[in-house]
């Protein structure tokens, strides 16, 4: 597969693109690409560009010579409802799920996740997660990054699930050793919403709260998985069972 770079705006027949300043040094750095090298652009919004990038001073420049038509998304649209996890490991979820196929990823408070963030630190944070699924979807080829949401609390996630009850994608909560098996549900009609709590567990009213949101427990089999195994693993699972795997 050739280099492959996404780019922060519309690109257009024949038009001379400059890379963000990262992507040249990865290119020519990195990659060791050379003056003239082959390489697919894409912008996000579906489709790929065949390029040729030449060096531009210190920057690189790209000459937009071919689109195609690639769309690499699942059938089955997927939506993480992730509950923060301690450290970077969502770093880790947003990767592994954005290779995996899922379409979009909401982080979510519960009252056991470790990290806090406010203000600055929280607008940060969210874009360095979609910089990583950027970059995630750079190496595996989808041209359509998926949506990773602004953090929001789990009780104000839950109220608006509450709200759109009549929407018809299934809303699944993966609980360790409870609730049917994932293999023996029906197909979700128009995608699936998979909630995973934190490290410990969602507490009590938390999980009446996410029953009374429309959340159906899901188990992933006699293991205990870890936070940041759990919606890899069961994205995977389901692009087997209902996806394009």
Not at 14 to 27: D, M, Q, R
Not at 135 to 160: H, K, S, T, W
Not at 214 to 222: A, D, M, S
Request: proline content about 9%; overall charge neutral; some cysteine.
């Amino acid at each position: 597969m050739l280099p492959r770079f996404h780019v922060p705006f519309p690109l257009a027949p024949g038009a001379g693109v400059e890379l963000p300043e990262e992507s040249a040094h990865h290119a020519f750095r990195v990659l060791r690409l050379e003056d003239g090298d082959p390489v697919v652009l894409f912008d996000g919004r579906g489709g790929e560009w065949r390029a040729h990038l030449h060096r531009a001073g210190k920057g690189a420049r790209a000459v937009l010579e071919s689109y195609a038509v690639e769309d690499r998304e699942p059938p089955l649209r997927v939506t993480l409802v992730q509950a923060l996890p301690a450290g970077d490991k969502m770093d880790f979820v947003v990767q592994k799920c954005t290779e995996l196929g899922v379409a979009a990823i909401q982080p979510v408070a519960a009252r056991r996740s470790v990290i806090r963030l406010s203000g600055d630190r929280l607008e940060r944070r969210v874009q360095h997660w979609r910089q990583v699924a950027i970059a995630a979807c750079e190496q595996c080829g989808r041209n359509q990054p998926p949506v990773v949401a602004p953090i929001v609390d789990l009780p104000q996630y839950l109220a608006r699930m509450a709200v759109e009850n009549g929407n018809a994608q299934a809303r699944w909560l993966l609980a360790p050793g409870g609730g049917g098996r994932l293999r023996e549900m029906p197909t979700p009609p128009a995608g699936v919403q998979i909630l995973v709590g934190p490290e410990g567990g969602f507490e009590e009213d938390e999980l009446k709260a996410t029953a009374l949101a429309g959340f159906q427990p899901v188990g992933l089999g006699p293991r205990v998985l870890r936070t940041e195994t759990a919606g890899a693993a069961a994205i995977a699972a389901m692009m087997a069972l209902w996806g394009d795997f």
